[in-house]
């Protein structure tokens, strides 16, 4: 089976608008970290260890019975490709740094990836669309128990799973939930949150953005520990705050739309006229007015948008697919430009006669 | 200068950030560094970095105080296995192999404690194959202690039974290995 076919399918099955508070939540992640006994960890290996690691990963899934996986060296790809896989959020940034030599094995429908030689020899990573936590670890749970099988893990009775950070020690968990919460950072809350939950335990980070300003109002809700709770209690102490947090931004929606509604409409609006009519768009404000075009469709403000689209969009209009599309390296102008004329055709709005139509490579 | 957090409390940590393509430096009070936002370990990407942490919750004002400058500090536990030194891996942040684990093992609770909100100890999923050898040392450890009932009560012949038991079990255990450190 080749692999070319996880480039073409754009839309990958975390990024369906389904599962359950699917209005807020975008998509659910499991992660878990595992090293193998007698193997020095990535860090440290050569490409020969790395091989072996590798290796022993291909078998492991060859004889596994219920999954099929599709498996790539970093090094077969082109930087655009590895670039496409990063944008799909089917690989870490990690995995595809050319000094390394990382490997990853996809599922059939992009559920599971295994990335080989990241930070530790395995992270087996699981999304979902939607709030799907138990689900998700599940999956991700069966897929570890069925290799576990065939590897020789490095585990410990008194430390658990042994990873390469010691931020993963233990049950080698992270668990994260992918949040749209727009109102929450319109009414400035989420700034009183972010602390607030990161002394239960738990992180909350913008989704892209470096720094504090979340790109496009998305947040990553994941679990800071993975020592001294089992991986049930982390799932349910991530799953309680994240209702929180659905409850809290339903909330907010309504007083928003309650005080100011002109407003409100106003903004959201203007976001789907510049979606709909710019002749260029930087990726910043792609995400902005991506932000306040989904929170208009939320609200029944906004009508006859496909909540799929928006999403397809948001892993469309990233540089990668930009680049794919266009089948060309684009600067950073040509992509917005490219950017601008995807959002007008994909969001059905005629062009003005002005324009000239064979300008158009989509 | 003031923390570019909270722009209340001198600034006393500088994190270094990097991404694959750049590099910042941000700098914070104490209490921002630890609670802020771009403190965490993301899955993704860790905006700041662990050896930061490492360097200085652990490292700096405690472990090694005052003699950061210093070559000649002392190394620490050394891995048998990967080289690598207990000073160099709050360096780095990062474990060169399992067996630095068994070697750091003496300052790794404190280690855990400051990461893991106190916790030490694994309290969750065991591979299968280790569940097996977990349940045959407790039933060791049952029949070990029905033994020293037996002994004590002059029950001998119930004591003999019980001991052929356990030394079949131990058969069972060393036969899958070290019994010593289940990795
Ligand atoms: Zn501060
Ligand atoms: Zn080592």
């Not at chain 1, 996986?69 to 496409?84: W, Y």
């Not at chain 1, 059939?108 to 669309?129: F, G, K, L, W």
């Not at chain 1, 300003?213 to 309680?240: C, F, H, M, P, R």
């Not at chain 1, 994909?346 to 003005?352: A, F, K, M, N, T």
Request: aromatic share 6%; hydrophobic share 35%.
């Amino acid at each position: 089976m080749s692999f070319e076919k996880f480039f073409k399918q754009e839309l990958t099955g975390w990024m369906v608008a389904e599962g359950e508070h699917a209005d807020i939540v975008l998509s659910t992640r499991i992660r878990l970290a595992r090293n193998l006994q007698d193997h020095l960890f990535p860090i440290n290996a050569s490409q020969e260890d790395a091989n072996r690691v590798s290796q022993a990963l291909n078998q492991a899934v060859e004889t596994m019975q219920d999954h099929h996986f599709t498996g790539t060296t970093m090094k077969d790809l082109s930087p655009l490709e590895r670039q496409i896989l990063v944008e799909k959020h089917l690989v870490s940034p990690q995995l595809i740094n050319p000094k390394k030599h990382g490997s990853v094995l996809l599922s059939e429908d992009e559920t599971i990836s295994i990335m080989v030689n990241e930070e530790d020899h395995i992270r087996i990573q699981c999304i979902y669309p939607g709030f799907q936590i138990d689900q998700a670890y599940e999956h991700a749970d069966q897929v570890d128990s069925e290799l576990e099988v065939n590897l020789n893990y490095a585990f410990d009775e008194t430390f658990g799973y042994l990873t390469s950070c010691p931020s993963n020690t233990g049950t080698g968990m992270r668990a994260s939930v992918m949040m749209h919460l727009p109102a929450l950072t319109i009414t400035k809350q989420i700034e009183r949150i972010i602390p607030a939950i990161s002394r239960l335990g738990m992180v909350v980070r913008g989704s892209y953005g470096e720094g504090s300003e979340a790109l496009g109002n998305i947040y990553q809700v994941s679990n800071q520990i993975t020592l001294g709770k089992s991986e049930e209690e982390i799932l349910k102490d991530l799953g309680s705050i994240s209702k929180r947090l659905i409850a809290h931004e339903k909330k907010s929606r309504e007083l928003l739309l309650a005080k100011s509604e002109v407003h409100l409409e106003n903004r959201l609006f203007r976001a789907l006229g510049t979606l709909t009519h710019s002749r260029i768009l930087p990726s910043a404000e792609a995400a902005k007015c991506l932000s306040d075009v989904r929170l208009g469709i939320d609200l029944g403000i906004i009508e006859n948008i496909d909540m799929n689209i928006l999403n397809e969009l948001m892993i469309f209009m990233q540089p990668g697919f930009l680049q794919q599309y266009a089948e060309t390296e684009l600067t950073s102008d040509e992509r917005d430009i490219l950017r601008a004329q995807l959002f007008r055709d994909r969001l059905g709005v005629v062009r003005s006669a002005t324009q000239k139509k064979d300008s158009d490579p989509l | 200068m003031l923390c570019e957090n909270c722009k209340e409390r001198p600034a006393t940590v500088v994190f270094k950030q990097e991404t694959l393509n750049d590099k910042t430096e941000r700098h914070l009070c104490d209490k921002c560094a630890f609670y802020s936002q771009t403190f965490s370990f993301s899955p993704d990407q860790e905006p700041l970095s662990i050896q930061q942490f490492l360097a200085h919750w652990l490292g700096g004002s405690e472990l090694f105080s005052e003699q950061k400058a210093d070559e000649r500090l002392p190394d620490g536990p050394k891995c048998p296995n990967c080289d690598l030194t207990f000073h160099r891996f709050l360096d780095i942040g990062k474990f060169g192999c399992a067996t630095c684990y068994v070697a750091f093992s003496g300052q790794l609770p404190r280690l855990f404690a400051k990461l893991h909100n106190g916790h030490t100890q694994h309290r969750g999923k065991i591979p299968v194959s280790l569940n097996e050898r977990f349940a045959l040392k407790k039933k060791l450890e049952d029949i070990r202690t029905k033994m020293q009932q037996a002994v004590e009560n002059e029950r001998f012949e119930e004591a003999a039974t019980l001991r052929d038991e356990a030394n079949q079990l131990k058969q069972q255990l060393s036969d899958g290995g070290d019994d010593q450190h289940v990795i």
